[in-house]
């Protein structure tokens, strides 16, 4: 009994350390070398995983930076100019620095200004609704309300407002990852360089309708009227397919296409005072009227000068 016993255990002990020396080969015959600076970078990066350096993590994105010769277009949004330095500092290479981004929404068509036409029972989903269906308003272009950038958010930067149907995106906890962009199937999220004070004038409409249709289906929609660009002297806005956009690299912030938008399609945030309306239409009114009356006066004076000097040649003709 005592000599089954021994051999059992000599057996399961020799059977345990012949399989522990194959596996051991094997390990050292398969093994993958890591580069050890890998573990470095993602140590200094985030750890959010948000995908918005394009990457699916943060190891991959660290992976990425260590094998990349050069890395001056990547970029992590979350931890900013900050993070990359430390990167930087760690792989001897020149990273980019980039002005930190703000998602806004490209859309203003609440249900006080877009009424409803129909109504939807299905999946609330907006990439469901989207391939199915054009919404439940007059706008094939807007927000449909299904909430899947708030979803996409990891940050907890964006709600839906429960009073407009549209999302909100909290500017102070809003880190730029794109997700929320990525998420939107209308493409109506779009980041845009943080100004100082996180000032922002942009176009909140994504309509390509001509004017009539789109001002029918939203009463703030964008009907390429074109005021905002002779408003503009920086040329930082243009107009095509019947919609605006403001080029946020050119635009300085003057405001000045604000009161000019005869559908107020156009965003102004976080400026201490907005821009007075009523008394900035006003007095482009009075300023166009000036010019007229100016210009009338110069062609009756023009007139006059011809007609003085059509008769000095007349009588000079009967002398």
Same mark, same amino acid.
């Not at 002990?13 to 580069?35: C, D, M, P, Q, R």
């Not at 109506?188 to 390509?208: A, H, M, S, T």
């Not at 964008?222 to 635009?251: F, H, Q, R």
């Not at 166009?288 to 009338?296: H, R, T, V």
């Given at each position: ?41 993602? !140590?200094?990066?985030?750890? +959010? ?35 990359? +330095? ?61 909430? !899947? ?36 199937? #209308? ?26 249709? +789109? /001002? ?32 946020? *690299? ?26 007075? /309306?009523?008394?900035? #239409?006003?007095? +482009? ?11 009338? /006066?110069?062609? !009756?004076? *023009?007139? !006059?000068?011809? *007609? ?9 003709? /009967?002398?």
């Amino acid at each position: 009994m005592t000599d089954t016993i021994l051999y059992t255990v000599i057996t399961l002990t020799s059977v345990g350390v012949i399989a522990a020396t194959i596996l051991y080969i094997l390990t050292l015959y398969f093994k993958v070398y890591e580069n050890p600076l890998i573990g470095e970078v993602d !140590e200094v990066l985030p750890g +959010a995983n948000c995908a918005g350096c394009g990457s699916p993590g943060c190891r991959p994105f660290a992976e990425k930076l260590v094998n990349s010769d050069d890395i001056s277009d990547l970029f992590c949004p979350v931890g900013g100019n900050d993070v990359m +330095a430390q990167v930087a500092k760690i792989l001897g290479k020149e990273v980019a620095e980039k002005d930190p981004e703000v998602a806004v929404l490209l859309c203003q068509g609440s249900c006080e200004v877009r009424p409803k036409t129909n109504f939807y029972d299905g999946p609330s989903s907006c990439s469901i609704e989207s391939m199915i269906y054009g919404g439940d308003t007059g706008c094939q272009y807007g927000c449909l309300g299904g909430g !899947e950038c708030v979803d996409a958010c990891t940050f907890d930067a964006m709600y839906m407002d429960e009073k407009t149907g549209l999302p909100v995106v909290i500017d102070d906890k809003c880190t730029g990852c794109n997700a929320c962009v990525t998420a939107c199937p #209308r493409e109506l999220l779009e980041l845009r360089p943080k100004q100082k004070r996180d000032l922002k004038v942009y176009v909140g409409c994504k309509n390509l309708e001509k004017g009539g249709v +789109a /001002k029918k289906s939203c009463n703030v929609a964008c009907i390429g009227c074109s005021k905002c660009i002779d408003a503009c002297s920086k040329d930082a806005i243009t107009v095509e397919d019947n919609l605006a956009y403001i080029d946020a *690299a050119l635009c300085t912030l003057c405001r000045k296409c604000i009161p000019v938008c005869p559908t107020d399609s156009i965003i102004e945030e976080n400026f201490p005072k907005p821009v007075d /309306k009523e008394k900035a #239409r006003a007095k +482009a009114k009075e300023k166009a009227k000036a010019k007229k009356e100016a210009e009338k /006066k110069a062609k !009756e004076a *023009a007139k !006059e000068k011809v *007609a003085v000097a059509v008769a000095v040649k007349e009588e000079q003709k /009967k002398e």
